[in-house]
C-alpha cells in the first residue's frame, strides 16, 4: 500500500522569509500524480500544486515551487516570500495509477509570524 | 457557481443514534469521497464511489455506511457501531482523472 510521510508536525518561518515543507512516499508504481493541500483555520482544504511522476521539470506556482525527487521518493514544497495568509495546515497527497483515492499524509502546521 | 456542499457545518449526536451527514455536487464529477480528520492523523478515506450505484470500502469503514443512488449525492451514515464517531468530516469529488479533488467545507460531528 501506498504511503505519505510528513515528518514535521509544525513549522515557522518569518513573513517574507522562504519555507521548505517535507514530504516522503512509499510506492512501487510508476505512474502517479503528488499533491500539496492547504488547509486554512476555516478548513477549507485548497489545491496548492500538482506534480505528475513523469514530469522531470518541477511544477510551480507563484510563491508556491515543489522539489521533486522521483528516485529518492520525495516531495518538498517551497513557498518563497511567506504572506500571514499563508499559515494553514499542508497536506502532502499521492494518487496511484488506479486514479481510485487519494492517499495524505498527517500533515504540518505552518505558522508565519510578523 | 459549481461546488460541493455539506451539511450540517454542526452536528451532535446522542450515543447509540445513527446519524447522515449529507454531500451534495453540482460539478457533474463522477466520483465522490468521504474522509475523516482527526488531529494528527491527517485525512483517512472511509468510503468512495466512482460510479452511481457502486461504491468501495476505504481504509477505516467499520461503523459507516453510504449510498450512491444520484450522480450529485452521496450521503453518510455513522451508525452506533461506530465506537468513536467524533471528528471532521470531508466530502469531496473528482472526475476521474488526476486532477486532484474539490472539497466540502466539512462536518464537525460531537457525540453527547
Known amino acids: 500500500a501506498q504511503t505519505v510521510t510528513q515528518s514535521q508536525p509544525e513549522m515557522s518561518v518569518q513573513e517574507a522569509e522562504t519555507v521548505t515543507l517535507s514530504c516522503t512516499y512509499d510506492?512501487?508504481?510508476?505512474?502517479?500524480?503528488l499533491f500539496w493541500y492547504k488547509q486554512p483555520p476555516s478548513r477549507q482544504m485548497i489545491l496548492v500544486i500538482r506534480q505528475e511522476a513523469y514530469k522531470q521539470q518541477n511544477a510551480t506556482e507563484n510563491r508556491f515551487s515543489v522539489n521533486f525527487q522521483k528516485a529518492a521518493k520525495s516531495f518538498s514544497l517551497k513557498i518563497s516570500d511567506s504572506q500571514l495568509g499563508d499559515a494553514a495546515m499542508y497536506f502532502c497527497a499521492y494518487i496511484g495509477q488506479t486514479r481510485s483515492k487519494l492517499t495524505f499524509g498527517t500533515g504540518t502546521r505552518l505558522q508565519v509570524t510578523l | 457557481d459549481g461546488g460541493i456542499t455539506q451539511s450540517p457545518k454542526y452536528l451532535f449526536r446522542k450515543e447509540g443514534q445513527n446519524v447522515t451527514l449529507s454531500c451534495e455536487q453540482n460539478?457533474?464529477?463522477?466520483?465522490m469521497y468521504w474522509y475523516r480528520q482527526d488531529p494528527g492523523q491527517g485525512l483517512r478515506l472511509i468510503y468512495y464511489s466512482q460510479i452511481v450505484n457502486d461504491f468501495q470500502k476505504g481504509d477505516i469503514a467499520e461503523g459507516y455506511s453510504v449510498s450512491r443512488e444520484k450522480k450529485e449525492s452521496f450521503p453518510l451514515t455513522v451508525t452506533s457501531a461506530q465506537k468513536n464517531p467524533t471528528a471532521f468530516y470531508l466530502c469531496?469529488?473528482?472526475?476521474?482523472?488526476?486532477?486532484?479533488?474539490?472539497f466540502g467545507s466539512g462536518t464537525r460531528l460531537t457525540v453527547v
Open positions: 469531496a469529488s473528482s472526475r476521474n482523472s488526476p486532477y486532484g479533488y474539490t
Open positions: 510506492t512501487s508504481e510508476s505512474d502517479y500524480y
Open positions: 460539478l457533474n464529477h463522477d466520483a
